[in-house]
């Protein structure tokens, strides 16, 4: 432990693990350092990858070299194409996946490279390059003192983490694990912008506790489905289904009574929350007309009862879980096993990163994942893997892992976080990308392969054949063959299904038009066909043309493409309606 190392990630969740695997395939020796190496790449709350936009960053992912979308496929349990009846560009691959298995499998492929070192310990310090000579000094709680010549901190929800759940409070990371308290506060010494977030998960209970005869099953897609390029080896067990039900007037009404004993409620958590995963008591506060609320009944694993009951995140305290959970249908006898709970954490304000994801004001020094206010696993691990590239190709001196809007859904996100990030946890969504049409899930490999090549990221093989199915998908029609390689015929299906649309796109976006169009007093942006939050932010701030409006924090590229089509057509009362009938996707 003595040396310095080339590049030290410090945390193994999803960001962490993916920047070591990058910075690994570039050619720097990496120290992985974690407080758990039971919990590397720990599914804290869902056990879900991919779903709208999502799914299109695994594919990402693995285009650039990850492991997020070979380790899903080694694990899942459950698999569906979502959005199967809109067309190739919005669908979406979701699966669920054998959260312990998911956790082994990923520990293991890091144990396997060799040019990754994983230590258990917990970083407490550091102290940045700048005061020493070229490498950062980090500290740890057990007394070592690291040297490393870049650093990557991606340290989830770790961070100053403090669970919620009713009126108890306590210092966690994740339940059962410590909180990074010290860390926090030498992030803050060295002049980072600190804000507060928040998030949250929902009660498990006991698959033998529910009664599943009352319920909708959904069974698992039975087609060849996968999100790697590369096949995969699966254990030889069944797919499993999940069970659908909803919230009742009587699960609100209990919810609403304890409001006041609820973390939220009552005021204690200071942290902003996510908008589009809202616990309970927001759906509550933001819908009280509404009774009704989805919840899906998600197995966690082949070898373990425990359910995951997504739609209940909350901060309610334990009795109240309890009479919650068995209000709704199928689950009246329900017994709980991991109750519910709200987490509050420190994130560093991303405006302070370059495109790269290093730190402005401290070079060297890179951050990934929910640190730098996302949320989902997926935006962690793709935020993980342009960190540790990144951090390892400014010691080779050579070009850097930037992708643009155009090229990616990474390319968005990353843009977003950085230049128009609000003061809540971000996800991605379609509707962000206003080059969406031309980044489908099934174009991730043509679209990113020349560059994963030439920063290092895959080899030689794989960057052939990715280029191999391209020039096949280029002279060949979707129904000239039935039984040709399904990438390809996906990769063609793409292009000539959506060949207009590009065209017409990329005039409306780069011609200029949004620079001069100007926002009419006589039209009601409330009813523009945008997010909620975008329409809340025009209201608030009505600016007068279109580059105003994209001069607001959180407003994007995406959002002002669909604003310019709403403008156009606002004298025929552009309704939801119409909006989705000319081919554009609404998204709340």
């Known amino acids: 432990m003595n040396r310095c190392w080339d590049v030290i990630v410090v945390g193994a969740g999803h960001a962490g693990c993916e920047a070591a695997f990058a910075a690994a395939r570039v050619g720097c020796d990496v120290l992985l350092v974690t407080g758990n190496l039971d919990g590397i790449a720990a599914m804290a709350c869902n056990c879900s990858i991919g779903g709208p936009a999502k799914a299109n960053l695994v594919r990402e992912i693995d285009a650039l070299g990850g492991e997020m979308a070979r380790n899903i496929d080694r694990t899942f349990t459950h698999i569906r194409m979502l959005n199967t009846t809109k067309g190739p560009a919005v669908q979406a691959l979701r699966a669920q996946a ?23 310990d917990t970083v407490s310090w550091v102290e940045p390059a700048e005061r020493r000579d070229g490498t950062f ?42 909180a990074s308290v010290e860390l926090a506060s030498s992030l803050s010494e060295l002049g980072l912008p600190v804000g507060r977030l928040k998030t ?37 067990l069944p797919l499993l289904p999940c069970w659908r039900t909803a919230t009742t007037a009587l699960t609100m009404r209990i919810v609403g009574d304890a409001m006041d004993r609820s ?15 809202p616990s309970i008591e927001a759906k509550l506060l933001r819908f009280p007309e509404r009774a009704e ?53 420190d994130y560093v304000h991303p405006a302070s990163l370059t495109q790269e994801l290093e730190c402005r004001q401290i070079r060297g020094l890179y951050l990934a994942g929910q640190i730098n206010g ?17 951090a390892a190709m400014s010691l080779r001196d050579s070009q850097r892992l930037r992708l643009e809007r155009s090229e990616s859904y990474v390319g968005v996100l990353i843009d977003d976080l950085v230049h128009c990030h609000a003061e809540e946890p971000y996800r991605l969504l379609t509707s962000r990308a206003e080059w969406r049409l031309n980044l489908g899930q099934d174009t991730a490999h043509a679209r990113l392969a020349g560059k994963a090549f030439e920063c290092g990221l895959v080899s030689r093989q794989r960057f052939d054949a990715v280029r191999r199915i391209v020039e096949e998908a280029e002279v060949m029609n979707e129904y000239d063959s039935p039984t040709h390689d399904r990438r390809v015929a996906e990769l063609a299906r793409d292009r000539e299904l959506y060949a207009g649309y590009r065209e017409r796109l990329s005039g409306l976006v780069e011609d200029g038009l949004w620079k001069e169009t100007r926002i009419p007093e006589t039209v009601d942006l409330t009813r523009a066909p945008v997010k909620q ?6 209201a608030k701030r009505r600016p007068r043309t279109v580059a105003e409006a994209l001069s607001i924090p959180g407003i994007t590229q995406a959002d002002v493409s669909t604003l310019l089509a709403f403008l156009s057509t606002a004298t025929r009362h552009v309704s939801r309606e119409t909006f989705e009938a000319e081919g554009e996707v609404w998204d709340e």
């Open 374 to 390: 996302s949320s989902g696993y997926e935006e962690a691990a793709a935020q993980g893997l342009v960190a540790g590239a990144n």
């Open 533 to 538: 939050e975008v329409r809340e932010r025009l």
């Open 98 to 120: 054998d959260k312990a298995l998911y956790r082994e499998q990923m520990k293991r492929s890091l144990e396997l490279n060799g040019r990754i070192h994983l230590a258990q």
């Open 137 to 178: 000094i980090l500290c740890t709680q057990q007394g070592e003192s690291l040297l490393a010549r870049r650093v990557v901190i991606a340290t989830g929800t770790f961070l100053g983490g403090l669970i919620h759940i009713g009126e108890r409070s306590y210092s966690a990371g994740r339940a059962g694990e410590p």
């Open 293 to 345: 609320h989805g919840v899906f009944l998600e197995r966690e694993g082949w070898n373990t009862e425990e359910v995951y009951v997504q739609g209940t995140s909350n901060s309610l305290p334990i009795d109240v879980q309890w009479d919650m959970v068995r209000s709704i249908p199928g689950l009246e006898r329900a017994e709980i096993v991991r109750a519910g709970y709200a987490i509050e954490y």
């Open 263 to 277: 973390a939220l409620g009552s005021g204690r958590i200071r942290g902003v929350g996510p908008r589009y995963c």
């Open 200 to 236: 949250g998960t929902v009660p498990r209970v006991s698959l033998r506790s529910v009664r599943k005869d009352n319920l909708c099953e959904t069974p698992s897609d039975t087609k060849d489905l996968r999100f790697a390029f590369d096949r995969m080896p699966r254990p030889p």
